[in-house]
């Protein structure tokens, strides 16, 4: 089955530039998306279709997708960027969600 | 302003069936894909399967024996069955409205999630 590989935790200074990856085989060739979710809250959709950023979404998030790395950019880390983002795609018609990165913003 | 709310048991037994329920408000129900996706405690997130605006159901594989998902119009409403439940099976369960055009889900996202409602399963 196909899997999206994330790394645990990313940690940033405030005011500093976050990237997040997210692996999968031949990932360029789908379609990446990128959901915030902060605690107790539900995810909210912040990147889709690899760079596309939904009503709402502030301009320092940002997103690109080539080879087999999907990579979610936000720039100017803020206090309420703190969160797990999960990187998701389809495969086959079936859904996958890498496993959650915690961004930190130290 | 469309909004999702999910329900049902909060507690289910081992090997029964699990029922939820998603009521949609703020749009027609017809319009759109609509998707369940959960969560354990402390865990990442999990599809479980999608109805298009078709009528015409997917699912994850790793689940597809257990699950049903339907949708009552009449009712605005989505609903999720679950079989033979786990201690696994102990999530936040999400419903949420699944866009994109066509019939190919694969340039579809997850753009309005409901709140989410906890299902434990246990004894």
């Known amino acids: 089955s196909y899997e999206l590989t994330q790394p645990p935790s990313v940690s940033v200074s405030p005011g500093q530039t976050a990237s997040i990856t997210c692996s999968g085989n031949?990932?360029?060739?789908?379609?990446a998306y990128w959901y915030q979710q902060k605690p107790g809250q539900s995810p909210v959709l912040v990147i889709y279709q690899d760079n596309k950023r939904p009503s709402g979404i502030p301009e320092r998030f940002s997103g690109s997708n080539s080879g087999n790395t999907a990579t979610l950019t936000i720039s100017g880390i803020q206090a309420m960027d703190e969160a797990d983002y999960y990187c998701?795609?389809?495969?086959?018609?079936?859904?996958?969600f890498g496993g959650g990165t915690k961004l930190t913003a130290l | 302003q469309v909004q999702l709310q999910e329900s049902g048991p909060g507690l289910v037994r081992p090997s029964e069936t699990l029922s939820l329920t998603c009521t949609v408000s703020g749009d027609s129900i017809t319009s759109y894909h609509w998707s369940w996706i959960r969560q354990p405690p402390g865990k990442g997130l999990e599809w479980i399967g999608y109805l298009d605006y078709r009528g015409i159901t997917n699912y994850n594989p790793s689940l597809k024996s257990r699950v049903t998902i339907s949708v009552d119009t009449s009712k605005h409403q989505l609903s999720l069955k679950m079989n033979s439940v786990t201690a696994a099976d102990t999530a936040v369960y999400y419903c949420a409205r699944t866009y994109g055009s066509g019939n190919n889900p694969l340039s579809w996202y997850f753009d309005l999630w409901g709140r989410g409602t906890l299902v434990t399963v246990s004894s």
């Open positions: 998701q795609a389809w495969d086959s018609s079936t859904v996958v």
């Open positions: 031949k990932l360029g060739d789908k379609y």
